[in-house]
């Protein structure tokens, strides 16, 4: 039989030995616990990503990208500027035609004809259309056709009509009067000469 002591003793080391092996499986645990922590790595969330496109690519395809054109308004003098354009070269063409003559033929009934009425033409139809586009379209319409009748071929009009007149080859009062206020306006700043150049000198 187990004396008192005995007894007393075995009571004491049951719950003592219980406590231990409680006490070392915790530790084990987290030991355990904290080894698979460190070995095995903590997952990164991985960021959604909206464009896959890399930045420095970003402006050369939006400078890539087409623009949406603005549609351009036609002018409004467009339906009939076809004509008129052909109206402006046929009078152009015939009065550096005449221009281009020998002054000789300026002297002569048919060539000064044919050079007064061609200049006459020229100078008509220049200031009908200046008046009919200031007329419908105002100062736009005034503008464009100012310059229609500025070209490079136009300026050599002028300065040979000036020249042809300034020399006597013929004079404003050869012009129709429906066609001398707009000759007049081109042959204003000209000094014409009193003499006849088709003269023969003695």
Same mark, same amino acid.
């Given at each position: 039989?187990?004396?008192?002591?005995?007894?007393?003793?075995?009571?004491?080391?049951?719950?003592?030995?219980?406590?231990?092996?409680?006490?070392?499986?915790?530790?084990?645990?987290?030991?355990?616990?904290?080894?698979?922590?460190?070995?095995?790595?903590?997952?990164?969330?991985?960021k959604?990503? &909206?464009?896959?496109?890399?930045? #420095? @690519?970003? *402006? %050369?395809?939006?400078?890539? !990208?087409p623009?949406?054109?603005?549609? =351009?308004?036609?002018?409004?003098?467009?339906?009939?500027?076809?004509?008129?354009?052909?109206?402006?070269?046929?009078?152009?063409? &015939?009065?550096?035609?005449?221009? #281009? @003559?020998? *002054? %000789?033929?300026?002297?002569? !009934?048919?060539?000064?004809?044919?050079? =007064?009425?061609?200049?006459?033409?020229?100078?008509?139809?220049?200031?009908?259309?200046?008046?009919?586009?200031?007329?419908?379209?105002?100062?736009?319409?005034?503008?464009f056709?100012?310059?229609?009748?500025?070209?490079a !071929?136009?300026?050599?009009?002028?300065?040979?009509?000036?020249?042809?007149?300034?020399?006597?080859?013929?004079?404003?009062?050869?012009?129709?009067?429906?066609?001398?206020?707009?000759?007049?306006?081109?042959?204003?700043?000209?000094?014409?000469?009193?003499?006849?150049?088709?003269?023969?000198?003695?």
């Amino acid at each position: 039989m187990d004396t008192p002591q005995n007894v007393l003793m075995n009571t004491v080391k049951h719950p003592v030995l219980v406590g231990v092996a409680v006490v070392a499986a915790v530790i084990g645990g987290s030991l355990l616990w904290a080894q698979q922590g460190k070995s095995t790595p903590t997952p990164v969330p991985v960021k959604a990503v &909206a464009n896959s496109t890399p930045s #420095a @690519m970003a *402006p %050369t395809m939006a400078a890539a !990208a087409p623009t949406a054109m603005t549609p =351009v308004a036609a002018d409004p003098w467009a339906a009939i500027e076809r004509t008129q354009k052909k109206s402006r070269e046929s009078a152009r063409d &015939a009065a550096l035609n005449a221009l #281009a @003559m020998p *002054p %000789t033929q300026f002297c002569k !009934a048919e060539g000064r004809r044919n050079l =007064v009425n061609s200049l006459a033409s020229y100078v008509e139809q220049r200031a009908a259309q200046q008046r009919q586009y200031a007329a419908n379209w105002g100062e736009a319409g005034k503008g464009f056709i100012a310059s229609a009748w500025g070209s490079a !071929a136009d300026q050599q009009v002028e300065t040979k009509m000036r020249a042809i007149y300034a020399a006597g080859y013929f004079r404003l009062n050869d012009v129709r009067v429906s066609q001398r206020q707009g000759m007049s306006k081109l042959l204003a700043e000209v000094k014409q000469t009193r003499g006849n150049p088709c003269m023969r000198k003695a």
